[in-house]
């Protein structure tokens, strides 16, 4: 009795979610040629991604292969959904971050620029070039650093 070659997903050569990996095995060719194949074909109208997601849904994988095909899909739209998840987590927090640091420095720099205006209108430092409009910026620049400050460390 001859054993049937089945298609599923690798679980040693993959990078994204081993599509490429299982169809080389299955074809018996190194992977990266199936990888080429494919992104030849996300650049011929799209048809490459396309072809790609659909099977990252419906192939199995290396260990759920004898899983029925309706049970492969709702396993991996579960799977991709848990790390699609995941993955817009750690972009939020990525963003979070960059604010935080972006807040920080903005209020620094805001809180360093109203100082020295502050200064120079008080006569303690005399840059000169400082125009009457100026009087009333150090006060809004102080307090607006402050505030961003304040709002950075809840």
Same mark, same amino acid.
Not at 102 to 122: A, H, Q
């Given at each position: 009795?001859?054993?049937?070659? %089945?298609?599923?997903?690798?679980?040693?050569? %993959?990078?994204?979610?081993?599509?490429?990996?299982?169809?080389?095995?299955?074809?018996?060719?190194?992977?990266?040629?199936?990888?080429?194949?494919?992104?030849?074909?996300?650049?011929?109208?799209?048809?490459?991604?396309?072809?790609?997601?659909?099977?990252?849904?419906?192939?199995?994988?290396?260990?759920?292969? &004898?899983?029925?095909? &309706? %049970?492969?899909?709702?396993?991996?739209?579960? !799977?991709?959904?848990?790390?699609?998840? &995941?993955?817009?987590? %750690?972009?939020?927090?990525?963003?979070?971050?960059?604010?935080?640091?972006?807040?920080?420095?903005?209020?620094?720099?805001?809180?360093?620029?109203?100082?020295?205006?502050?200064?120079?209108?008080?006569?303690?430092?005399?840059?000169?070039?400082?125009?009457?409009?100026?009087?009333?910026?150090?006060?809004?620049?102080?307090?607006?650093?402050?505030?961003?400050?304040?709002?950075?460390? !809840?």
């Amino acid at each position: 009795m001859s054993q049937t070659k %089945k298609l599923y997903r690798s679980e040693s050569d %993959k990078i994204i979610a081993g599509v490429c990996g299982g169809v080389a095995e299955y074809f018996g060719v190194d992977s990266i040629v199936v990888r080429l194949v494919f992104l030849i074909l996300v650049f011929w109208n799209g048809i490459g991604l396309l072809a790609y997601l659909v099977m990252a849904i419906i192939v199995p994988s290396q260990a759920k292969v &004898e899983q029925t095909p &309706e %049970k492969t899909v709702r396993d991996n739209v579960v !799977d991709y959904r848990v790390r699609v998840g &995941e993955a817009a987590q %750690k972009v939020k927090q990525g963003f979070v971050e960059r604010r935080n640091t972006l807040r920080s420095w903005l209020g620094w720099g805001l809180l360093s620029l109203g100082s020295l205006i502050l200064l120079d209108n008080y006569h303690l430092l005399d840059f000169g070039f400082w125009s009457w409009v100026w009087r009333l910026w150090p006060a809004i620049l102080v307090a607006t650093g402050l505030a961003i400050l304040v709002r950075h460390h !809840d």
